[in-house]
């Protein structure tokens, strides 16, 4: 446990754990975390503690809007360059900057007595977010700092407040009269250089030239004397309590992460808006996860058999691309049941009319063999119904099975039952139940039966009874997976308000739960079985932009793989397939550690994308999945599987 941010930044750090959606565990740890955090400073710096609190703007008055640009950024540091002429304090670098007549009154204390007697005495609408003005002193120190402190005294508003500190650097006095100067007057330390207890009792924080120390070019990893080298200087300015900066560091992104690790406790940036983004979005970025599993450990006895199989089961992870995968697999230890399975194709998921899918074509595409149009679901593209994989393993009096930790009349559950050339069509979608074969169908039915923003205000509750009612001919429809009686010849539909919850809150092992029932269910056939389980929710995820939510649904649709996997070992005849319809977010993964179960990365949006998606496969004919693919061909496949033609 650690706290390296000394700036009275505490509080600003427990608002950033909020933002985190933690379990009840975690939550538990975070109260720890900030107990530890009031008591001192340790060593090993986590990047998902930082905040934009942790930003420096360097050199701000060259950017396009000086101050602004950090400050709307929540930056906490902002440095002024200042130069005394006639008895004007100018901003700028040079002498040569003097006739630009930037003047830090205009530029910085105006502006920020503005937003100070905005905020009741704060510089932030957030009373507990400070923010330091870096004033780098460039001409004579002592004329320029006593002009400073004369002209500061004009703006008390900006100096009697505990939430901003004036720190000098650059020409700065000799540490002996550090204290000299009056009480809100603060002095940037040079990294290395030993100071009495007086001047350090004056100074907050300590900056050095990164290219003193190493000539690192930002990118991979420090060299490793290097690191060590700044780990003991980092430590022993955090050993007097004051915060270190590097300036002429690398600017990139790398950088960033890499000066989080080494507990850096202001990342100094030329990129305002690339750092504030950055920061800002760190904690949906990031992902620790306090719990792991463990895999299952196949016995690979009829992996990859020729004999034909009787049972498939088909996981499809909604959204799922193999940075979803590896989020999972990182946040679980660098474990994932899923990469136990050694058959692996790949399939390029573009609809008929775009070149990225929805999730309706997507996995349309694989029950019917026929790319749609985007929204369509079990129609081709002149919205003419096509037969599904379960019409065809029907004629083999196989029985078909689907769950879906989503909405029961979502798109991805739909394509294998559903003939709607639009998947909003919550009740056309489900009426089209009660001519599939389908034996059972669990999931939540949030959306397509009650409270809906799909349905009109008039048609909620009224639409939802009567489907119901309509499919009580045909169905058992019960409200838990356990209503189930696997004992009993029926058909059943659960409606299930857990199946609908995300991992994060509280769905538990729901999935397992319901693959196991549907198992014991259509098990009971002797002619077999296919089962479609989705991962609904990977999808939800990588659409909020958080990769909390897409790590703990990932490991969640993992372990309901590692039971796939356990019971195809058990029966020897079914083939567990493991894909996706499309990949959700552009993710990509850029900072991690397998045994912190940590990992961090970025989005590049919050809809869906072209890439292609992994295919997984175990047991008989599993080798047909090897190879490049459209997502169409997966239906041949599947069939060619049980040796039932697709005709
Ligand atoms: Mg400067
Ligand atoms: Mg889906
Ligand atoms: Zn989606």
Sequence with gaps: MQSKFINGNLLKRYYFYDHVLLNPNQKMKKILLVLFA????????????????????????????????????????????????????????????????????????????????KNNGHPYANPDKSLQLLIDIKTDSISTVDSLVALLKKYPDLIYTKSIKWTITGNRPDPSLFTSYPSFIWFDGEIGKNYSNDALSRIVMMSGDMKEFTDWNGKSNLPAADEA??????????????????????????????????????????????????????????????????????????????????????LIGDGCGL??????????????NIFQMKYIGLSKTSSYDNYITDSAPGSSSIASGVKSNNRAVGVDHNGVPVPLIPVFVEKKKIKTGLITCGDIADATPADFYAHQTSRDNASAILRDLKDAPVELLMGSGDESLGNVSILKESEKSKIGDDILTELKTKYNIVSSVDSVNENKKDKWIVIENRAGLSMLNGRGNWLQHALDKSIKVLSKNPAGFFLMAEGAQIDYGGHDNNISYVATEVMDFDKTVGDALRFADKDGETLVIVTADHETGGLTLLDGDYKKGYVSGQFSTNDH???????????????????????????????DAYGVSGK
Excluded: C
Excluded at 101 to 115: G, I, Q, S
Excluded at 282 to 300: G, H, M
């Design 38 to 117: 009031m008591v001192g400073y340790a060593a090993s710096a986590q990047p998902f503690d930082y905040s934009v609190a942790n930003a420096h703007s360097h050199n701000d008055y060259n950017n396009l809007v000086p101050f602004y640009d950090a400050y709307t950024n929540g930056f906490g540091s902002i440095e002024a360059d200042i130069l005394l002429q006639d008895g004007i304090l100018y901003v700028g670098h040079g002498v040569e900057d003097i006739k630009l007549k930037r003047t830090l009154e205009d530029y910085y204390l105006r502006p920020l007595l503005a937003d100070v007697q």
């Design 229 to 314: 080298k700044l780990k003991t200087l980092i430590a022993n300015v955090h050993q007097l309590k004051k915060s270190i900066r590097f300036w002429d560091a690398p600017d990139i992104i790398n950088t960033w992460y890499q000066l989080m690790h080494l507990g850096v406790d202001y990342i100094n940036t030329d990129h305002i808006r690339e750092l504030g983004t950055f920061l800002n979005k760190l904690s949906s970025n990031s992902f620790v996860s306090a719990d792991s599993y463990k895999i299952y450990q196949p016995t690979y006895k009829s992996d990859g058999a020729t004999k034909k199989v009787k049972n498939i089961i088909l």
């Design 323 to 336: 940075a979803q995968l590896y989020s999972g697999y990182t946040a679980n230890r660098g474990a994932l």
């Design 609 to 639: 994308t072209a890439l292609p998606v992994q295919v997984f496969a175990y047991g008989p004919q599993s080798f047909l999945f090897n190879g490049v693919y459209e997502n169409t061909a997966l239906f041949k496949k599947i069939l």
